[in-house]
């Protein structure tokens, strides 16, 4: 298993804890009195979930077991894969962040975290698709 | 890798692009850039990535990798049935996302036939696999 996909198998699984203490968290807001913010997090956890879980352990383990591009560079360069799980999981930090204070308490400043988030997901996912794309082959 | 796993890997990938270009929309409107029709691309957004990239994906993948001999005879299943899974899959990604787009008296028929043609996707897909879930040649 190449260290990349280490990164993302065990942030992958960081995330699923997260995504349950989020969900956890929404369900008991009421009953425990939480604070308002936290009744917020349930588009959070949903995202944490696919994209933070499912989307990047799928990341992960296709770039360790799809056909290899060369015998040289069997994964292709590594600093695109590098970058797009950095952008992935910059996107997710931005979001965990900015969408519940957002909507409690909108202001320019979370609307533009929640921009920037889109923008470095949406960037991670594109960046993904053309550094695979090459390895859906025979063999 | 097969050439219907080739077709339907390519497919999701077009799927995850869509569908995360869908949600960066989405959430850069959230954050006060430009407005959508968020009735429209939120249920595109869901159906392009839960069946068309996961799902999808998922399949292709099985497909791929599952154990195709037993000691017998070949379990790799007819491609034929895979191609007619793999079509109507995405038939019903289409027939679903335009129904959650469309008019509504027609809004309610063309999600059902595209959930109609995703559960006979599985369905299919789901048979032809069935005798694929077995030990390797190696572990018998």
Redesign the interface.
Known sequence: MPPLTRWYVRLSFTYLVLALVASTAGAAQQPLGLPGWVAALGPVAVHLF?VGW??QM?FGV?YW???RRSAAMPRGDPAPAVATLALLNAGLLL?IV??PW?ATR?S?L??????A???A??LA??W??VM??PR???? | MPAPSRWAIRAALVYLLLGFTAGAVLLAAKGGLGSVPWRVLHPLHIEWLLVGWTAQLTMGVAYWIFPRVSLRRDVSGSPRMVWLAFAMLNVGIWLAGIGAIAPRPLEGTVTLLGRLCEVSAAVVFARVMWPRVRPGLAQM
Do not use: C, D, N, Y
């Open positions: 696919v499912i989307t799928i296709a077991m799809f056909p979001r900015a969408e957002h909108p320019s979370t609307g533009g975290m929640l921009v988030s889109a923008m997901q949406w996912g594109v993904w698709v695979m794309w859906v082959k025979e063999r």
